[in-house]
């Protein structure tokens, strides 16, 4: 268990971890504070991250949450606190917004894919956090917004994960009214990648466990490969996948799965 004090002295920022047959699942776990992303809740999330980046075994990650909601974005009564000091609360604000922004991108980095199970609701950098991940499954009863509009604080850094996941005209709209959305229209625009009747956990797990079949190699390959090659022109985006092929086939899992392919017989991953 990753956990850590918040402002608040009744409230502990707990991040569980359990792994079994290689997925790692990561648990948000401040119900109390519907798992606010608090500095020190951001710290443990990040810890628990970083505890599996290094990970032989650990071959697809799943982060889920306990409570009433998945995240409930920022800590703003952490943040409001701070407007007491002498800056004004700019240097907490600051190392808020710098450590939530490392994190986002820490999941982007992580070595394997990332699914989020999202049961309730996810706001603001909540929703942030389900966009950065690599693949989402919702529950029936999961919703999504980015309501800082609502109160005077345009969902900027939130913006950066959710317009790389969905189309620009969506994500303004959901930045600008800050209505959420339900789990079918998160589907529908590309927020999340499938419904799950028996709940986000199940069906996240199930996809969760197809990918952890699959060779770990060619996995890290291609998820750093990938967002790579999205930041970079066509014809650099091609030189650079070129190159991660011939690296990939030059891989152990590679030379194995394709002779296990032409042998018509199951690979051994040796990852």
């Not at 606190?81 to 710098?98: I, V, Y």
């Not at 070595?111 to 049961?119: H, R």
């Not at 389900?130 to 604080?153: E, K, M, N």
């Not at 939130?158 to 790389?164: D, E, G, K």
Request: proline content about 4%; charged content about 20%.
């Amino acid at each position: 268990m990753f956990e850590a004090m918040t402002t608040d002295a009744d409230i502990i920022a707990r991040v569980t971890l359990e792994t079994e047959a290689g997925v790692a699942t990561l648990t948000l776990n401040s119900p109390a504070s519907r798992n606010a992303l608090s500095l020190a809740m951001i710290e443990a999330l990040s810890g628990g991250l970083d505890a599996l980046a290094a990970s032989k075994d650990v071959r697809v990650v799943m982060l889920q949450a306990e409570g009433p909601a998945f995240c409930a974005g920022h800590d703003l009564k952490e943040l409001t606190a701070h407007r007491n000091d002498p800056d004004l609360g700019r240097a907490f604000f600051e190392k808020t917004m710098q450590a939530c922004s490392a994190l986002m991108q820490k999941i982007v980095g992580l070595p394997q894919p990332v699914v989020a199970a999202v049961d309730e609701i996810a706001t603001a950098a909540g929703c942030q956090l389900v966009a950065s991940c690599d693949l989402a499954v919702a529950g029936p009863l999961a919703r999504f917004c980015t309501p800082g509009v609502d109160i005077g604080l345009f969902c900027s850094t939130p913006a950066v994960a959710l317009s790389r996941s969905v189309a620009p005209k969506h994500a303004m709209e959901m930045l600008l009214t800050g209505v959420p959305i339900g789990a079918e229209v998160a589907l529908r625009i590309g927020l999340v990648n499938r419904l799950s009747a028996d709940g986000a956990r199940a069906g996240a797990l199930a996809l969760a466990q197809s990918i952890a079949r699959k060779s770990p190699q060619a996995i890290r390959f291609g998820k750093k490969a990938f967002y790579a090659q999205r930041e970079k022109s066509l014809t650099d985006a091609y030189e650079l996948a070129s190159a991660v092929m011939v690296k990939n086939m030059l891989a152990e899992d590679a030379k194995e799965g394709v002779a296990a392919f032409l042998e018509k017989r199951p690979a051994t991953w040796g990852g």
